[in-house]
């Protein structure tokens, strides 16, 4: 079985032996969900994480690539149960496979202007908000990030190391300005993370979790994720080039 797969899915994989031998048995992997699910996969969308394609009939299929960020996934679907997120019709563990309800019109939040996206997702990440029993196979966001932090020196070095290691040193989440001359990075450290823009430059800490970093478009506004408590919530910052919000608000 032929099955296409996007730039943005190479580009990601195919720098690993794990993803590149992932790739080798995607084929296997879609066809036999299609087998298990009593689907067929017609429309591959454009991604770079997982393999997502439209399927008959009504639904899509997600193959996730095996790795701890996609691990509890499905836990996560099945706790929601489609109120905040995408509806779980079923899974398959074994293959990492989620086959889910089809949305439309489909786009993501990064077509809305950001003035409308930002309250968006802040109002979906409450929504998606749900406690947790003792026992659950959930990781906290905290965790998460200082494992990240942990991962990126060594992968700094064995990429050759493309940039100055203080960019890598317990730093897990950045995004270039608009302008492509300085960077906004969150760091981890002391059982805080912080974020710093420029870079040495503490504009927030916090000992929650936070995640997800961005520029506006235009570079005046930083955005990012927070996790207080097991609760979501999106942070604005004004960047120095913008004097029109409080230094932080959120939603």
Do not use: C
């Amino acid at each position: 079985m032929a099955v296409r797969i996007s730039p943005g899915l190479l580009a990601t994989h195919g720098r690993s032996d794990a993803g590149r031998r992932w790739l080798e048995r995607l084929p296997f992997l879609v066809a036999e969900a299609e087998r298990r699910f009593g689907v067929r996969a017609v429309e591959p969308f454009e991604t770079h994480i997982a393999y997502v394609a439209a399927a008959s009939p009504d639904s899509v299929l997600k193959v996730n690539f095996p790795d701890e960020e996609s691990e509890h996934e499905s836990h996560a679907l099945e706790l929601a149960a489609g109120d905040g997120t995408v509806r779980l019709l079923a899974r398959d563990d074994e293959l990492r496979a989620l086959l889910l309800e089809r949305l439309e019109p489909g786009k993501t939040l990064w077509t809305v202007p950001e003035a409308e996206a930002n309250p968006i997702a802040a109002r979906v990440l409450r929504r998606f908000w749900r406690p947790v029993e003792p026992g659950h196979p959930f990781r906290r966001l905290a965790d998460e990030a200082s494992r990240w932090a942990e991962q990126i020196v060594p992968e700094w070095d064995a990429g050759g190391r493309p940039f100055p290691r203080e960019l890598a040193e317990e730093v897990y989440h950045a995004d270039w300005h608009p302008n492509g001359n300085s960077l906004a990075v969150i760091r981890a450290g002391g059982g805080k993370s912080r974020v710093e823009y420029p870079i040495g430059k503490t504009i927030y800490e916090t000992f929650n979790g936070i995640s997800d970093i961005r520029f506006s478009p235009k570079g005046d506004r930083i955005t990012i994720s927070e996790n207080s408590a097991g609760r979501g919530s999106i942070a604005i910052h004004s960047s120095p080039d913008a004097s029109t919000l409080p230094p932080w608000k959120s939603w």
